[in-house]
């Protein structure tokens, strides 16, 4: 599996989330979501200008900033052929 910040991940590219880092309250809200170590991640779609992203985590949809997205380390789901 391959490793890359959350704003690279392309459209309908899964992961999990392997670090969050110091993105101020954001954090603390993505954690009340359920934004956990080893929690399931998808980009849904972003903006024409790549700033917000929508994602899927879990059962919840949520969009974030470019900036923010920065600081998420995400593990990408294997593809199945």
């Known amino acids: 599996m391959s490793q890359k910040k959350l704003s690279q991940m392309l459209p309908q590219e899964k992961g999990i989330i392997k670090k969050i880092g110091n993105i101020e309250k954001l954090k603390e809200r993505l954690l009340e979501l359920g934004a956990l170590k080893n929690t399931p ?3 849904i779609r972003t903006a024409p200008f790549g700033d917000p992203i929508e ?6 949809y949520v969009a974030i900033r470019k900036n923010e ?13």
């Open 69 to 81: 997205a920065d600081k998420i380390d995400v593990e990408l789901f294997k593809e199945k052929n």
């Open 55 to 60: 994602l899927k985590i879990g059962n919840t």
């Open 41 to 43: 991640i998808e980009v």
